[in-house]
């Protein structure tokens, strides 16, 4: 038996076959259109599954189940999709729609939910009955797995630790409210931090990387930067690791899990993130005399979302 | 069969034996004695039980279970306490202790998720399956009951809502961190708040209240002058309600419970302080188009502890 895990993204829609080692035997993928209608989008992502289950040597009838994961929410109980601004989805009813081409059971769930499960089923995490996954990239985004399994919520509104209040009336945030977790531990948090700290410098190693030109400063500029002894970039580095630390202490001080999982684009800065993120975090946990999660890196990467939606059930 | 709930507190401890329709039968108390030794302390907390269940017309025989909540920390899986400050314990073995007077199971659970528990089965919770309960008394105690159950974590050390950072760089707080929820949501904050708001207004209702002595302004001093309309007392409340809202919020964005239930000293101000909350949370909430969970006040009062400890299991 073979299950299907497709991974739903604003540019591209990824689909794979995986088997009961939760390998990947086979990929397809489509390009994203959002500029046709919902029945045709469904269509063809029907068409790339059961060419790329060909493709891998299986039939339709050996499909056990089909996992979708969206840049946003679903119902569990209808397979509608609620919310999912990247495709153009406002309460579509996609559990309904695929099941029009493939008759086989069909799960719909976050990514970063699902991006959580694979991780805790076959990555870094496995193993553990509890985790919770948190992808640092242009917002934070986060999954939490509890005994098991995905923990999104009684409403499906949960997992969203990047719009936890982490600095009242602080920095407005794309939400409506202020002072969201993500104004402070995602990527384009230290990208302002890097633009601001520079445009006060002109005269530091991070301005002179982009020759001056504020709007070139990514993410990886300062990292790279701070990893190079930029004065400049070191104390906004610093600055971000600690509030990412006491993000984190948050999470352990609510919910505790086994461990604790880092994904997403900054995570690529690896132990350059992991190792004084690690040194950081405990000081902020309250009962910091016992032991606590673990902090690591998601291994998966973007094959997460694949094996993620495959495990769905 | 009936089951024994024990309610260890810094003043006194209460012993309930509770039947299969959670009501309790019959009450015993001791005065808490943190002045003598450990085995002692668990040795008149035994007697206190063998004296209620015979007060109750039952035998030992025909206790099922001892539930037993504690301010402070335990490990499930050895019956350690491992902190609690109150009763001055640190890593002692309660179970071990409590096992040579009484052989049945006992179980040991931090208080707030006892009451959460107790809420959640025969309180204003009940038939839900998932709930955060949260305390606003000295500081902010949480319990979160997740697929039915107690979620304290892996190891023990979650549910501490009160220690999440909500203000970076915020208030010291008595854990050694800066800005943690319970400085801004807690009784203790909104003493703060009118007592910096009153020594600013002289002629304020508030400072009247008190004949000027800001020492005497407590939370329901407060709560009352705002309920009297007095326009100080009306600003400081307004600012801790939105507080509490953004914390409620912040939990729902995360956790989604199917319900958020309010208990602890400051919740007896009753509609008074459930109206503006179940009024202004929403707009925090991040889908907020969807349904959310309500907001509503515990119903057990102090018989929580009890009830929920005998429910442990």
Redesign the interface.
């Known amino acids: 038996m073979i299950r299907i895990g497709i991974d739903v993204g604003g540019t591209g829609i990824q689909v794979g076959v995986v088997n009961e080692k939760y390998e990947i035997l086979c990929e397809g993928s489509i390009v994203t259109h959002t500029d046709i209608p919902f029945a045709e989008q469904i269509r063809q992502i029907a068409d790339c599954v059961n060419e790329t289950t060909i493709r891998a040597g299986f039939s339709a009838d050996e499909i056990e189940s089909i996992g979708i994961g969206i840049p946003g929410?679903a119902s569990r109980k209808t397979g509608e999709v609620?919310?999912c601004t990247n495709m153009g989805w406002h309460h579509v009813p996609l559990r309904d729609e695929f099941a029009k081409y493939i008759s086989k059971p069909i799960y719909i769930e976050n990514d970063a939910n699902v991006a959580a499960l694979a991780e805790s089923i076959a990555g870094v995490s496995a193993g553990?009955?509890?985790s919770v996954f948190i992808t640092i990239g242009t917002g934070i985004g986060?999954g939490?797995i509890?005994?098991n399994q995905i923990?999104?919520?009684?409403?499906?509104?949960?997992?969203?630790?990047g719009?936890?209040?982490?600095?009242?009336n602080?920095i407005p945030c794309t939400?409506?409210?202020h002072?969201c977790l993500e104004r402070?531990c995602s990527a384009t948090a230290l990208i302002r931090m890097g633009r601001e700290a520079a445009s006060s410098n002109p005269h530091s190693g991070l301005m002179k990387s982009v020759n001056g030109d504020l709007a070139r400063i990514e993410a990886k500029t300062v990292i790279d930067c701070a990893r190079n002894g930029d004065p400049l970039a070191v104390s906004v580095y610093r600055t971000f690791i600690n509030?990412l630390a006491?993000?984190i202490?948050?999470v352990?001080?609510?919910?505790?899990?086994?461990v604790i999982v880092l994904g997403g684009g900054v995570s690529k800065a690896g132990n350059f993130l992991l190792d004084p993120v690690n040194a950081a975090y405990p000081?902020?946990?309250?009962?910091r005399d016992?032991?606590?999660?673990p902090v690591k890196l998601a291994v998966l990467g973007s094959k997460a979302g694949i094996i993620g939606a495959a495990m769905l059930n």
């Open positions: 929410i609620i919310n553990t009955s509890s986060s939490i509890i005994n923990w999104s919520g009684s409403h499906g509104i949960g997992g969203e630790l719009h936890v209040i982490f600095d009242l602080g939400c409506g409210n002072g402070y509030y006491q993000a202490a948050s352990i001080n609510l919910l505790d899990p086994e000081q902020y946990v309250v009962f016992q032991e606590m999660p």
